[in-house]
């Protein structure tokens, strides 16, 4: 079983950046996407971005694109989420997830078996 810990969130105003960190554990076969998800207050969980382990390529939600940037180090085994220009709407639990095997839509919830318990995004105006 593939091991997430997330840290990095915190409060800022908009128009900041912040950058999240994950670091995973487990066995690499389980990684064959990660991916950062996010859930507001009273809202589902949302795909934001995902990479592929093996070649660095890279997707990100159209509601984040231009702002966020997903990327990754696995010789240190971490993935990151680079947050700029931060809106009020961005506040929500972000977390890290893996997948052993993705088809179709790689920023799908039920494709990750592998979770982390989140960290705090809070932004305001």
């Known amino acids: 079983q593939v091991q997430l810990v997330e840290s990095g969130g915190g409060s800022v105003q908009a128009g900041g950046s912040l950058r999240l960190s994950c670091a995973v554990s487990?066995?690499?076969?389980?990684?064959?996407?990660k991916s950062w998800f996010r859930q507001a207050p009273g809202k589902e969980r949302e795909g934001v971005a995902a990479?592929?382990?093996?070649?660095?390529?890279?997707w990100h939600a159209d509601s984040v694109k231009g702002r966020f940037t997903i990327s990754q180090d696995n010789p240190k085994n971490a993935l990151y989420l680079q947050m700029n220009n931060l809106k009020t709407e961005d506040t929500a639990i972000h977390y890290c997830?893996?997948?052993?095997?993705?088809?179709?839509?790689?920023?799908?919830?039920?494709?990750?078996?592998?979770w982390g318990q989140g960290t705090q995004v809070t932004v305001s105006s």
């Open positions: 487990g066995p690499t076969a389980n990684t064959y996407f």
């Open positions: 990479i592929r382990t093996s070649d660095g390529i890279a």
């Open positions: 997830a893996a997948a052993a095997r993705v088809s179709g839509y790689v920023l799908r919830t039920n494709l990750y078996n592998s």
